[in-house]
C-alpha cells in the first residue's frame, strides 16, 4: 500500500501545470464545501446552545425538595422585550442561577450588561425606577440567550407579593411563581421553533453542498480516467487503481477541508453579527467545537474518495473503451422516477408535520433533483443536436450527449439554487401580515373587586410622574383590563404640554448620552412617555406588566423578520456554492477537453465557434433545469405556503433567476482565457 501511496502522490506532483491546477481547483472546491458545512453545523449547534442557556428561565416545579421559587415576565423599553426573573430561595445555601455567581439576596439586582447599558443611556424615569434595589451584578454570558440580550435577575422574599402571584398574563416566556428544586428547566416553545426552523435550513444549505463536495473528486475526471485506464492496460489490478484513486483524492480533498476549516475560522466575527431572534451570537456559538471540527474534516475527503471510486467503474471494466473515449451508454428513466417518487410524498406535508419529516423529504427532493439532472441534460442535448443550425449549438448538443454527467456538474449548483429559491420565495410571508398595532395604549389585568382602587392609583402614579394618560376600565368576570391611553388625558392643556415637553426634553438627554457614549436610543417622545407610564405603573398588580398590542405582536413581527433574514442566509449560501461550483467546474472542463480544443483548433475551427459552443453547453441546460428546479422548489412549498403569496417572495424568485443566469455567464467567462491558453499550442500533447 506505501508502495501505491507513493506512486499517487508522485503522479499528483508530477502532472504538469494543468495537473497541478485540476488539483487546485479540486481543493478549492473542498475547501469551500468544508467552510459552508462547517457554518451548517454550527447554527443548529448555536440555536440548540440557545435553548439551553434560556431553558433555566422555563421553570420546571420540583415534586420534592424545593430550594427556590421561580416567577418570570415579560416586560418592554423601547419596544424591545426585558425577560424579568425574580427569585426567592427556600433554603440558605441555595446554588445561583446560570450567569451569576451567588443567588440573588431579597432586594438585590441583577442586570445584563446590555439592559445595564441601556438603563444608563435612558432617564431613571422610563427604566432604571422599574428595578429599585442594591446592584448585585452582572449576569454572565452562561445566562443569556444573546449579547444583546435585555434580562434582569431581582431576589425576593418568599412571602413578597410577587412570589405570590397565582398566575401570569404573558402568553410565552412567562411563568407564575413556581417551586424548583434546581435550575435545569426545559426548552421553550419558540426555541423549539427556531431549531425546527434551523434544520430545515441546514438540509436546504447541506444537501447542495454534499453534491458540490461529490462533484469536487470528479472534477478533471476525464484526464484521470485516462491516465488510470492507460496503468490498467499496462498491468494495474482494479484494487490498485482504486488505491491511488482514493489517495489522489483524500490528499486533495484534505487539504482543501484544512484551508476550508482556517477560512471559516476567519469568518466567525463577521458570521456572530447575524441577528436571529432578537439579537447576535457569541463567538463561542459559531464554533462546533473540535469534535464536530474533526468530523468534518474526516467526513468531507471521505466524501470525495467516495464519489471518486463510484466514477471508477468504466476505467475498472473497460479499460480499452476509456482510452478510446468511446461515448458512454445513455442513462436510464428510472432517474426520472425517482424523482417522481420523492415529490409524490409532498401532498401528505402540511404545517403541522414535524420538522424532521419535513427535512428527509426535502433532501430527497434534493437527492433526486440532482439523479435525474444527468438524465434531462441528456435529452437537452439529442434535442439541440438534432435541431442545430449552426457549428457552435452541433457541437453543444454532442457535448451534452457525450458527457451529460460533466455538463450537469456546471449548472448543479445553480438549478439546486433554483429549487431553495422556489421553496423559500413562495413561503416568504408578507411584512406586513400584522398591520400596525397600537403602541401607546397600555392594557393591565387587575381583579375586578379591586378594579377601582387600583384604577385612582394608577391616575395618581402617572399624575404624579407627569404622564398625560385616560384610564379606563373594561371586561368583565373576575378580571377587568385597566386600559391607559398614554397622551389622550383631557382637561388641562397646559399640563399636557408641559408633560409632552418632559417627554421630549428626557427623550433629548437620552440621544445626546447615547451620543457621547458613541450608540444610539432609538424612539420619540411618545416612545419615552410610554415607557415613563410602563415605570409609574410597575408593581402596581404584583406579578404582572402593563403592555401594548404592539407589544403582544413582538415575537410574531420578530419571527417574520428572522424567515427573511434566513432566507437571505440560506439563498446566500446556495449561491456562492452555486457560483463557485460553476465557475470551477467551468474550468475543469476545460482542462478536461484541452486535447480536443487543441485539436479542433489546429482543424481550423474560430476559438469563437469553440467559445459560443461552450457557453451553449452550458446556458442551455441551465434554462430548463433552473426553471424545472424551481417549478418543484413551488411545489414542495406549496402544503406550507399562507392564505396569500407574498409578493416580496415572487420579487426574490425573479432576482434568483438573474443572479443565477449572471453567475453562470460570469463563471463561464472567467474560463475563457483558459480555453485561449490550451488551444495556443499547435501540436497538443497526449495525456
Known sequence: MSGLLGLSWRLLRGGGRSGLLGAGLTAAAVAVSAALLLFAVSANLAFQGRADREAWRNPVEARTGAVAVEAVRRDYVRDRPITVVDLAALEPGASPPPGLDRFPAPGEVWFSPALAELARELPDGQLADRFPGKTGGVIGDEGLVHPGELLVVRGQEPDSPVMAATATDDPRGGAAPTKISDFTGKATSDAEGYQALALIATVLMVVPLLVFGGAAARLTVARRDQRLAALRLVGATPGQVVAMTVAEAVITAFGGALAGTVLYGLLIPVLTRIEIAGGSWFASDMWPGVPYTLAVLAAVPLLVGLSAVVGLRRVVVSPLGVAKRETPPAMRFVRVLALLAALAAVPALGAGTAAGVVAVVLGLA??????????????????????????????????????????????????????????????????????????????????????????????????????????????????????????????????????????????????????????????????????????ALDGLVPGRGATTAADEEVFSVLLLGDIGTGTVVVLTVSFLVAIVSAGITAASSVLDRRQTYALLRLAGTPLEVLDRARRAETLIPLAVMGGGSIAVGVFCAVPFAFSSVNVSGMVILLVCVVLGFAGVTGAGAASAPLLRSVTADPAPRPD
Do not use: C, H, Y
Open 366 to 535: 434534493f437527492l433526486a433533483i440532482n439523479l435525474t439532472g444527468p438524465w434531462v441534460v441528456g435529452m437537452i442535448g439529442r434535442i439541440t443536436a438534432r435541431t442545430a443550425r449552426g457549428p457552435a449549438r452541433l457541437l453543444a448538443g454532442r457535448r451534452l450527449v457525450d458527457d451529460p454527467k460533466a455538463a450537469w456538474r456546471t449548472v448543479s449548483g445553480v438549478a439546486l439554487t433554483g429549487f431553495v429559491a422556489g421553496f423559500i420565495g413562495f413561503l416568504s410571508p408578507a411584512g406586513g401580515l400584522f398591520g400596525d398595532a397600537d403602541a401607546t395604549t397600555l392594557r393591565l389585568s387587575v381583579p375586578a373587586a379591586r378594579a377601582p382602587q387600583l384604577t385612582a392609583e394608577a391616575r395618581e402614579r402617572l399624575s404624579a410622574a407627569g404622564v398625560p394618560a385616560r384610564v379606563e376600565v373594561t371586561g368583565g368576570g373576575g378580571r377587568r383590563v385597566l386600559t391607559v391611553a398614554v397622551g389622550k388625558a383631557a382637561g388641562d392643556e397646559a399640563g399636557d404640554g408641559k408633560a409632552a415637553g418632559k417627554d421630549k426634553d428626557e427623550e433629548k438627554a437620552a440621544r445626546e448620552g447615547a451620543s457621547a457614549s458613541g450608540r444610539s436610543v432609538e424612539g420619540s417622545a411618545s416612545a419615552a412617555a410610554v415607557d415613563r407610564a410602563r415605570t
